[in-house]
């Protein structure tokens, strides 16, 4: 083999992750990103879109508009790809629960724009273990998920046969902690789940071509040789998935099809601009090397630590890609780790890992009956991680060594470098959709969610009805609602109850016997609420303190995530608890944290301390400490152990309670 | 702290005293002793003029067999017969850093703003499945302003006697396939429960083998009184009327002074021995003398009332 191509590569497909606001602002967005040299799209939903309430929606408060587009109806769908030719366009939806919905309002707006469903081309997300592992964003209970994945899977394989159904994530099992093994075997097992529910609605013979239409979403961290060989790990055991347990022939059908978003877990919210080598190092990882290379890429921008990009940012991430791919000499080239020992010898010991750790998945009896079993395995993994750089032996620069820095002109403007979205955009969603409702042909929606009842009650595809009810103008809330009547709810297992009690550290013994004096003095164990309210599904973080509160000695109440400010208030005074710390991590705080607040005082837990961590921008500390918060915590906050010493402080301080001698 | 005037407050059937009357009974202060006594006092038989009217409901059953989600839609159906519900839930979990995370396998679904709906978590006593001091106070309190006190427990085996003394009726809940608790009962390790329910019936066969199987079993220890009855709440939900019922049939045939006054008993038996341990015991001239004793005492005479006279007795 030469060691030139005989032709450069063409580069992998670039996008950039966005959306926010309203569906006519997010296509402005995407036509700009695209007029810059952006090659396909990737649609961010807001969290109301993606679990399945409509703007009006109590849980939907907020949330509308924040961390991406609320589409409710076809309407919304036609505003956001005006003007954007969809029979070319390469479309990446992030989107899960809602996914076949979401799908059936693109279908049908490409339909009434006079395109086939046939020619269209893209990627739904659609991976819905890994809501309950990680993001949160689940609507169902597994059975009837997994059903509804595997609907669109049958489906699309002969109706919409260049689309991409399901997008395996392994990426937010990175995000939630995951090591290397950990996120292959995870994401590989989840897949088998896909793949065997799928098996018994096609034909034996389609099996290669549904084998060929799985792509998978990956993470990369900085630690990017390791995180190259991870890639190559799981093309190797996907090829082996393939031939031994689906007898996949054609070699086509059994690559590794990846897309990727790098790192945000390692991104810092001190010095932010240390984010840009980051990012730049995480690229690397997966194009590398040839044989493993993303198809498709989105990078994170530099402030995403601290807030919503702005266009700004977005293209510098966006140029990142492109002077990899345009001005570098990586795409002359063959795979350039070819005969390398290092990266075989990685490669061969994630593999053999992660075997062992998938074998484990099986004998639980497959990913969604091992659902806890994983959860609480990331807990401690994220928790592991979380105790090497409190104790320095992970390095983060700017959080844990070389603190010392010149202030930024990067975060000099008002806003502190990040978008904030207008609070307004919430009324207006609901405006509209109330004009929206009125002016539809009510009986024709009636019927069409009538006929998806009844079709959900059988073992029928779902996806023409859907269709036919995104068709007939049918809102993203009255689908789901639908389905939830149909599956049931669902509460996700939060992992923090199988954590295992760690080896612990001085700080940790002093602060415990701190605890049991505070608790002496009260008379009963200090007890703290730990709350996730609105749609955020992104408890990593609340995990994390809830299972630190345990470890000192707290009794700890946690109910998982999406939960209304009333329940956390009623929760809190029910419970008798000391103090409740809130974690938000998609900007809605603005809202929520003061309507947790009200809620308290409406159900007479005035007098318990509320303390607040996430991702909460510098700007927005003082007008929610002047709300009643007794304290902000920000993701430069990174000393679990620190925080919970100031908890237990401010709950002795509050109960009278005298500091302990020194 | 103002037992008194919390107890009153209960007698009243002021629901809104119940989680101030929860941070007094857990408080384990020598100060809050003294005003626990006095909450428990207003609300003793003598004060309500009967035994407290609630309906003390133990549920219990091994991790995973869907106890929760049978209380999200047990509480839903006593709402809707009119019934204010308190649910005690008694978390299991490791003491060893001193710490628990409670509430986390008992979500249960219930309306923020429906004032007659309580819910609480509650640590575990020192032994397996044993309930706290507090927790048996506490069901004596809420007993009073409640129609419904739940003690939810984790557990198959033997660790259902506390509940058992504590609870009017006791509900055993178990899933399909399993086969513990048929075990259990047939070796005569576990007590026979008033109502052995059956989850997740949607299964199918396996659900209606369980409970022909626990049926089978309850006909051969002679113990037809036990009611089996499968649920599923999986839409469309099924069973949990009829298990609401089975539970009031229990109660309706109870002898409930009788009940109560034995529970009061214990539990102040159970007080003591966890206040004073062996030794105190000892004083009694043992467990035996001890009960033998206390069946000689007034029964309306409340726990507190009864523990101090067993302190007097043991010289303490």
């Known amino acids: 083999m030469s060691h030139r191509l005989p032709e450069p590569d063409r580069p992998w497909m670039m996008r950039t992750y966005a959306g926010h606001s309203t569906a006519r602002k997010s296509n402005e967005l995407s036509r700009g990103n695209l007029a810059r040299g952006q090659t396909g799209l990737s649609i961010a939903f807001d969290l109301p879109t993606q679990t399945g309430y409509d703007a009006d929606h109590e849980l939907a408060r907020g949330e509308v508009g924040k961390v991406g587009v609320p589409v409710a109806h076809k309407g919304d769908m036609h505003a956001l790809l005006d003007g954007i030719p969809l029979d070319e366009m390469n479309t990446s939806m992030t989107i899960n629960a809602t996914a076949a919905w979401l799908l059936a309002l693109y279908i049908v707006t490409a339909e009434e724009n006079g395109i086939d469903a046939a020619v269209l081309q893209g990627t739904t997300q659609n991976d819905i273990i890994k809501e309950y592992l990680s993001r949160g964003t689940y609507a169902f209970p597994p059975a009837p998920s997994l059903r509804l994945i595997a609907d669109m899977?049958?489906?699309?394989?002969?109706?919409?046969?260049?689309?991409?159904?399901?997008?395996?994530?392994?990426?937010?099992?990175?995000?939630?902690?995951?090591?290397?093994?950990?996120?292959?075997?995870?994401?590989?097992?989840?897949?088998?789940?896909?793949?065997?529910?799928?098996?018994?609605?096609?034909?034996?013979?389609?099996?290669?071509?549904?084998?060929?239409?799985?792509?998978?979403?990956?993470?990369?961290?900085?630690?990017?040789?390791?995180?190259?060989?991870?890639?190559?790990?799981?093309?190797?055991?996907?090829?082996?998935?393939?031939?031994?347990?689906?007898?996949?022939?054609?070699?086509?059908?059994?690559?590794?099809?990846?897309?990727?978003?790098?790192?945000?877990?390692?991104?810092?919210?001190?010095?932010?601009?240390?984010?840009?080598?980051?990012?730049?190092?995480?690229?690397?990882?997966?194009?590398?090397?040839?044989?493993?290379?993303?198809?498709?890429?989105?990078?994170?921008?530099?402030?995403?630590?601290?807030?919503?990009?702005?266009?700004?940012?977005?293209?510098?991430?966006?140029?990142?890609q492109q002077v990899l791919a345009y001005e570098t000499d990586l795409l002359e080239y063959p795979d350039i780790f070819e005969g390398s020992k290092v990266m075989e010898g990685l490669v061969a010991e994630l593999a053999e890992s992660a075997r062992g750790e998938m074998a484990r998945v099986a004998e639980l009896g497959g990913a969604v009956e091992a659902v806890a079993y994983m959860k609480a395995a990331l807990v401690d993994s994220h928790r592991e991680r979380l105790g090497r750089?409190?104790?320095?032996?992970?390095?983060?620069?700017?959080?844990?060594?070389?603190?010392?820095?010149?202030?930024?002109?990067?975060?000099?403007?008002?806003?502190?470098?990040?978008?904030?979205?207008?609070?307004?955009?919430?009324?207006?969603?609901?405006?509209?959709?109330?004009?929206?409702?009125?002016?539809?042909?009510?009986?024709?929606?009636?019927?069409?969610?009538?006929?998806?009842?009844?079709?959900?009650?059988?073992?029928?595809?779902?996806?023409?009805?859907?269709?036919?009810?995104?068709?007939?103008?049918?809102?993203?809330?009255?689908?789901?609602?639908?389905?939830?009547?149909?599956?049931?709810?669902?509460?996700?297992?939060?992992?923090?109850?199988?954590?295992?009690?760690?080896?612990?550290?001085?700080?940790?013994?002093?602060?415990?016997?701190?605890?049991?004096?505070?608790?002496?003095?009260?008379?009963?164990?200090?007890?703290?609420?730990?709350?996730?309210?609105?749609?955020?599904?992104h408890s990593n973080g609340a995990e994390q303190i809830a299972v630190r509160a345990r470890d000192i000695g707290m009794d700890v109440v946690y109910e998982g995530i999406r939960l209304t400010p009333a329940q956390i208030a009623r929760s809190a005074v029910d419970e008798g608890v000391h103090v409740i710390g809130l974690s938000i991590l998609s900007g809605s705080h603005r809202s929520l944290i003061p309507d947790v607040l009200d809620a308290l005082r409406a159900a007479g837990g005035e007098d318990i301390p509320v303390v607040v961590g996430g991702i909460i921008p510098e700007t927005d500390v003082e007008p929610l400490e002047a709300a009643g918060v007794a304290a902000v915590y920000t993701p430069k906050d990174f000393e679990l152990t620190r925080i919970m010493g100031d908890v237990v402080a401010l709950v002795a301080q509050r109960n009278g309670i005298a500091a302990a001698a020194a | 702290m103002n037992?008194?005037?919390?107890?009153?407050?209960?007698?009243?059937?002021?629901?809104?005293?119940?989680?101030?009357?929860?941070?007094?009974?857990?408080?384990?202060?020598?100060?809050?002793?003294?005003?626990?006594?006095?909450?428990?006092?207003?609300?003793?038989?003598?004060?309500?003029?009967?035994?407290?009217?609630?309906?003390?409901?133990?549920?219990?059953?091994?991790?995973?067999?869907?106890?929760?989600?049978?209380?999200?839609?047990?509480?839903?159906?006593?709402?809707?017969r009119g019934?204010?519900?308190?649910?005690?839930?008694?978390?299991?979990?490791?003491?060893?850093?001193?710490?628990?995370?409670?509430?986390?396998?008992?979500?249960?679904?219930?309306?923020?703003?429906?004032?007659?709906?309580?819910?609480?978590?509650?640590?575990?006593?020192?032994?397996?499945?044993?309930?706290?001091?507090?927790?048996?106070?506490?069901?004596?309190?809420?007993?009073?302003?409640?129609?419904?006190?739940?003690?939810?427990?984790?557990?198959?085996?033997?660790?259902?006697?506390?509940?058992?003394?504590?609870?009017?009726?006791?509900?055993v809940v178990v899933q399909p396939g399993s086969g513990d608790a048929l075990q259990f009962i047939k070796a005569g390790i576990m007590e026979i429960p008033d109502v052995l329910v059956v989850t997740k019936a949607d299964l199918g066969l396996v659900a209606l083998r369980a409970v022909r199987d626990l049926k089978g079993a309850m006909r051969a220890l002679d113990e037809r009184g036990t009611a089996v009855v499968a649920v599923s709440s999986v839409p469309p939900a099924s069973g949990i009327g009829e298990l609401a019922d089975a539970l009031d049939a229990h109660r309706e045939a109870l002898d409930l002074p009788a009940a109560r006054t034995h529970a009061r008993r214990l539990g102040a038996l159970a007080d003591f021995v966890a206040e004073h341990g062996e030794r105190g015991l000892r004083a009694l001239g043992g467990r035996r003398d001890a009960q033998r004793w206390l069946a000689g005492q007034d029964a309306a005479l409340e726990q507190p009332a009864l523990l101090r006279a067993l302190e007097a007795r043991a010289g303490l």
């Open chain 1, 153 to 320: 899977v049958a489906y699309t394989v002969e109706a919409v046969p260049r689309w991409n159904p399901v997008n395996i994530c392994s990426y937010h099992l990175q995000e939630a902690g995951a090591t290397p093994v950990q996120e292959i075997a995870y994401a590989l097992s989840t897949a088998i789940a896909v793949l065997d529910e799928v098996r018994a609605r096609v034909p034996e013979e389609r099996m290669g071509a549904v084998f060929g239409r799985i792509s998978f979403f990956v993470n990369a961290g900085v630690r990017f040789v390791e995180e190259h060989a991870k890639l190559r790990a799981l093309g190797q055991l996907w090829d082996e998935l393939g031939r031994e347990r689906y007898g996949v022939q054609d070699p086509k059908h059994r690559r590794f099809r990846y897309g990727v978003q790098v790192n945000s877990l390692g991104l810092t919210e001190s010095q932010p601009e240390n984010n840009v080598q980051r990012i730049v190092l995480e690229a690397l990882a997966v194009t590398l090397g040839r044989d493993a290379r993303a198809r498709a890429i989105q990078l994170p921008a530099w402030n995403e630590a601290l807030g919503l990009p702005r266009p700004w940012d977005q293209q510098w991430s966006l140029r990142i």
């Open chain 1, 389 to 537: 750089i409190e104790a320095g032996e992970l390095t983060l620069v700017g959080v844990n060594r070389y603190q010392e820095t010149a202030p930024s002109p990067l975060t000099a403007d008002a806003e502190g470098g990040i978008l904030v979205v207008d609070p307004a955009v919430e009324q207006e969603a609901v405006d509209a959709l109330e004009g929206w409702r009125a002016t539809r042909d009510e009986a024709g929606v009636r019927s069409a969610l009538e006929e998806l009842a009844r079709v959900a009650a059988t073992h029928e595809n779902v996806m023409p009805a859907t269709i036919a009810a995104a068709r007939a103008g049918a809102t993203t809330g009255e689908w789901a609602q639908a389905l939830r009547d149909a599956f049931g709810s669902y509460r996700a297992p939060t992992g923090v109850g199988e954590a295992a009690a760690p080896a612990s550290t001085e700080a940790v013994a002093e602060l415990r016997d701190e605890v049991a004096r505070v608790g002496e003095a009260l008379g009963r164990t200090p007890k703290i609420l730990v709350g996730k309210p609105g749609l955020d599904g």
């Open chain 2, 3 to 80: 037992g008194a005037a919390l107890g009153a407050r209960l007698r009243e059937r002021d629901l809104t005293a119940a989680p101030a009357a929860l941070n007094l009974v857990e408080n384990r202060t020598p100060a809050a002793r003294a005003e626990i006594a006095a909450l428990l006092a207003e609300v003793a038989p003598s004060r309500l003029g009967g035994e407290a009217p609630a309906h003390v409901v133990g549920v219990t059953g091994p991790p995973g067999a869907g106890k929760s989600t049978l209380l999200s839609a047990l509480a839903a159906a006593w709402r809707e």
């Open chain 2, 83 to 171: 019934r204010t519900v308190a649910v005690l839930a008694v978390d299991p979990s490791s003491k060893r850093s001193g710490g628990a995370l409670l509430g986390d396998r008992a979500r249960i679904e219930a309306d923020a703003a429906d004032r007659g709906m309580f819910i609480r978590s509650t640590a575990a006593g020192e032994r397996l499945g044993g309930l706290a001091p507090a927790t048996r106070a506490a069901a004596q309190a809420l007993a009073a302003a409640f129609d419904v006190v739940v003690i939810e427990t984790v557990g198959v085996g033997q660790s259902e006697t506390d509940v058992a003394e504590a609870a009017d009726t006791v509900a």
